[in-house]
């Protein structure tokens, strides 16, 4: 079993839609949670931090489900400028960012 | 202020051969980590350098090796190239506190042919 595991799509959606992207992780002794961003053949860009029990940014939410070890992000009223891969990441320890394991990512293209 | 920088941005280099990767850390950080990215997959963990020593490792053969100066630049070598090394190379930098965000550079894309 994959440490982070996650649907890799593509999920193709329609401007404005609600997208929800799933996430489970296999060591329950993590402590940090995080999505990335990524845009083709760029590197990954920090979206959200996910702590305790989730937060929200704008349109984007992550919620964090530690007893079932799922974390979640829902972005709403997607934009073309969402297109990208979405990376789940957790972080074996609550201090510094250390060995990040990423899962293999899940792909979103909006479509105008 | 620099992100992260890394040089060279892409390379082609021949099963068999030895390659330099390099690495400079966002203003003010002092942790490198090293992450290969295989096209299609998440990163995977190479390894990390804190204080000049590796102090994690995940899970790669001794053909990778790295280093970090002390002006915390790092470099990651990889030793008797195989084709399945082809990959995007990342590096990412962090300050070595509580709940620091890891930044990424642009990365590294290794052909070998």
């Known amino acids: 079993r994959k440490e982070v595991e996650q649907d890799p799509g593509p999920f193709n959606v329609p401007e404005g839609a609600t997208v929800a992207f799933n996430c489970t992780y296999s060591n329950s002794a993590s402590q940090s949670f995080f999505w990335y961003r990524q845009d083709c053949r760029k590197e990954p860009k920090l979206l959200m931090s996910v702590y305790s029990s989730g937060n929200e940014d704008g349109r984007f939410t992550a919620q964090l489900n530690r007893a079932s070890q799922y974390i979640s992000l829902l972005i709403r009223d997607s934009k073309l400028s969402d297109s990208a891969t979405y990376l789940c990441v957790v972080n074996p320890s609550s201090g510094s960012a250390r060995q990040l394991t990423f899962g293999s990512g899940t792909q979103l293209t909006v479509l105008p | 202020d620099a992100g992260v920088t890394q040089s060279p941005t892409h390379l082609i280099k021949t099963r068999g051969q030895q390659v330099t990767l390099r690495c400079s850390p966002k203003?003010?950080?002092?942790?490198v980590s090293w992450y290969q990215q295989a096209l299609g997959q998440g990163p995977q963990f190479i390894f990390q350098?804190?204080?000049?020593?590796?102090?994690q490792r995940g899970n790669f053969p001794d053909r990778f090796s790295g280093h970090q100066f002390p002006n915390y630049s790092s470099e990651l070598n990889v030793n008797a190239l195989l084709l399945g090394d082809s990959a995007l190379y990342l590096c990412?930098?962090?300050?070595?506190?509580?709940?620091?965000?890891?930044?990424f550079g642009q990365g590294t894309r290794l052909t070998v042919v």
């Open positions: 203003s003010g950080h002092d942790t």
């Open positions: 990412a930098s962090s300050f070595a506190g509580v709940r620091t965000e890891a930044f």
């Open positions: 350098y804190y204080e000049e020593e590796e102090r």
